[in-house]
């Protein structure tokens, strides 16, 4: 995949945008090193347990927890075949596990075909000392909606400087939590399909590593609008 493929930021924002204003079923999603190294495991010889292994901790995952290994497996890959616009990394990113990018877009059956710079995400941050963002069509998609948020963070003080209401927010555990009881599992899944599915909003802000591509898959297939 090159460069010369890859969708612009400012083209993304405004289709962004657009699918907000027209009310468009979408998933926005970004393919990360981890993404690669859950989906690659087992199919790509790069992978290693040990990197499987770092993933699963990271994410809040219990290492045996096989049937729910198998579910975020297969999941991501449905996730990533019916978004939008999948977020892959440029040329010159390609190091580490993102050097085996064309591999795991070959395991891929990507319908869409539009992708997009996995760091598109960088286009909404905000000025250190002030709260507004740098990038104005971004700043115009977070401004006068009613959103959902997926996170460990609350940014519902944020929003509300941009006349933003969060009318619902699914609080994620922070990476890496030690504590037994944060360890996600299908039910906490289930908890989170059904509140996507009650909350009616003008778009969800989902950021929460790996499940955020599933969460996102989810949002769409509700009829709504989820970006990564």
């Given at each position: 995949?090159?460069?010369?493929?890859?969708?612009?930021n400012d083209i993304l924002l405004n289709m962004i945008a657009n699918h907000?204003?027209?009310?468009?079923?979408?998933?926005?999603?970004?393919?990360?090193?981890?993404?690669?190294?859950?989906?690659?495991?087992?199919?790509?010889?790069?992978?290693?347990?040990?990197?499987?292994?770092?993933?699963?901790?990271?994410?809040?995952?219990?290492?045996?927890?096989?049937?729910?290994?198998?579910?975020?497996?297969?999941?991501?890959?449905?996730?990533?075949?019916?978004?939008?616009?999948?977020?892959?990394?440029?040329?010159?990113?390609?190091?580490?596990?993102?050097?085996?990018?064309?591999?795991?877009?070959?395991?891929?059956?990507?319908?869409?075909?539009?992708?997009?710079?996995?760091?598109?995400?960088?286009?909404?941050i905000k000025y250190p000392n002030d709260k507004k963002l740098e990038n104005?069509?971004?700043?115009?998609?977070?401004?006068?909606?009613?959103?959902?948020?997926?996170?460990?963070?609350?940014?519902?003080?944020?929003?509300?400087?941009?006349?933003?209401?969060?009318?619902?927010?699914?609080?994620?555990?922070?990476?890496?939590?030690?504590?037994?009881?944060?360890?996600?599992?299908?039910?906490?899944y289930n908890d989170v399909f059904s509140e996507i599915s009650k909350n009616?909003?003008?778009?969800?802000?989902?950021?929460?590593?790996?499940?955020?591509?599933?969460?996102?898959?989810?949002?769409?297939?509700?009829?709504?609008?989820?970006?990564?």
């Amino acid at each position: 995949m090159k460069d010369s493929q890859i969708i612009e930021n400012d083209i993304l924002l405004n289709m962004i945008a657009n699918h907000i204003n027209e009310g468009i079923a979408s998933s926005f999603i970004r393919k990360g090193d981890g993404e690669n190294i859950v989906i690659g495991y087992k199919k790509i010889d790069e992978i290693k347990f040990k990197d499987f292994k770092r993933m699963m901790r990271i994410m809040n995952v219990r290492l045996f927890n096989y049937k729910f290994q198998k579910f975020i497996r297969k999941s991501l890959v449905e996730s990533f075949n019916n978004c939008d616009v999948l977020g892959i990394s440029k040329e010159n990113q390609r190091v580490g596990h993102w050097a085996i990018e064309e591999k795991i877009l070959a395991l891929l059956d990507f319908r869409s075909n539009k992708y997009c710079d996995m760091n598109f995400h960088m286009e909404f941050i905000k000025y250190p000392n002030d709260k507004k963002l740098e990038n104005s069509v971004a700043c115009k998609i977070i401004s006068n909606k009613k959103i959902g948020i997926i996170s460990c963070f609350d940014v519902s003080e944020f929003l509300a400087r941009h006349n933003t209401i969060v009318k619902k927010w699914i609080k994620m555990p922070i990476q890496k939590d030690k504590l037994l009881n944060r360890k996600l599992n299908i039910c906490f899944y289930n908890d989170v399909f059904s509140e996507i599915s009650k909350n009616k909003v003008d778009f969800w802000i989902v950021a929460a590593g790996i499940h955020a591509k599933i969460f996102c898959n989810k949002i769409k297939l509700n009829g709504g609008i989820a970006v990564d």
